[in-house]
């Protein structure tokens, strides 16, 4: 029998992220905040001509594949409604990142995308949280959220269930771009990482499963997110995405995974994301040091447990 979601995940957003900017240089403060919350927000930790110009990357390349408004500016990521609706429901879902694999490699042979991920900021900010040497995940996410009318928001979920190896790894969600709440970015359940790892159910949104909340009284969190912010969180932290209320408007964000450099990882952190080849994504690349840098590295690999996402599968 299939387990139902309980009201925790339809209550409303009901605060707003407080910003850990300060707590930079306050590595017991900022550990002590991440213990608590789960999660940690970062307004402007990365400069905004730094994600302006991989937006403009990656907007180039839908309108390369023509699925954007050519009578607006490039940069408004406005999208050719008529293009996108014509896209098969079933290429929007497959892969979670919103558009199809063709489009997709493009965007996953972007040089820029994968150095953001390496950004001093972001390495500064893990090597402060887990005071130890840092390993970034090479598997780096692109979200092209189109505003495809089958388009389903990604449900609550935990990012453990999908990524294994280390508990210790948390994730940053980083808009490329201005992100208000009405265009759907993410939404944390502040302390919910202390509950473990949840059950889950099906749930047809990115992904695939929804967490399972039962009788959680904690608080839903969110913000209006401009370009340069960071939202960092664990990887037992249940999360999800806003529904975008825009009829015309892409969302772009990504997602990189960092964890402690001396902690396990299941091999396929080390694999691009989706079927693609490392060889065939670094061609023409300027920085060899983005390219294959954890070939020096020993890991304790795990391996993928597939039943854990359902060990815990129980009726509320």
């Not at 508990?167 to 265009?183: F, H, K, M, N, Y």
Request: overall charge negative; some cysteine; glycine content about 8%.
């Amino acid at each position: 029998m299939t387990p139902a979601v309980q009201d925790n995940d339809k209550k409303p957003i009901s605060g707003v992220f407080e910003d850990s900017s300060p707590l930079l240089g306050h590595q017991q403060a900022l550990k002590r905040r991440a213990k608590q919350d789960g999660f940690l927000f970062f307004r402007g930790l990365l400069e905004r001509e730094e994600i302006l110009e991989l937006r403009r990357s990656i907007l180039s390349v839908l309108l390369k594949h023509e699925l954007l408004s050519k009578s607006e500016a490039l940069l408004e990521g406005v999208a050719d409604c008529a293009a996108v609706n014509r896209i098969p429901a079933e290429e929007i879902h497959a892969n979670g990142v919103g558009v199809g694999f063709d489009i997709y490699e493009e965007v996953q042979k972007l040089e820029g995308f994968h150095a953001l991920a390496q950004h001093p900021a972001l390495i500064n900010l893990y090597e402060t949280l887990f005071a130890k040497e840092v390993f970034p995940h090479p598997r780096n996410i692109a979200r092209l959220m189109l505003p495809h009318p089958d388009k389903k928001p990604t449900p609550s979920h935990q990012d453990f269930l999908h990524i294994q190896g280390s508990t210790t790894t948390w994730s940053a969600w980083i808009p490329l771009g201005d992100v208000p709440r009405e265009l759907g970015g993410l939404a944390v359940l502040r302390g919910s990482h202390e509950e473990g790892l949840l059950g889950v159910t099906h749930n047809p949104g990115a992904g695939g499963l929804e967490s399972i909340l039962c009788g959680m009284d904690y608080e839903w969190l969110s913000t209006d997110y401009q370009m340069g912010d960071v939202l960092t969180f664990h990887s037992h932290t249940v999360h999800k995405s806003l529904p975008s209320q825009s009829r015309d408007n892409v969302r772009l964000s990504c997602d990189f995974r960092y964890q402690p450099a001396d902690e396990p990882i299941e091999p396929a952190s080390l694999l691009p994301h989706g079927p693609f080849e490392w060889r065939d994504l670094y061609r023409g690349w300027d920085r060899d040091d983005l390219q294959f840098y954890w070939k020096e590295q020993t890991f304790d690999l795990t391996e993928f447990d597939e039943s854990i996402r359902w060990q815990k599968e129980k009726i509320c």
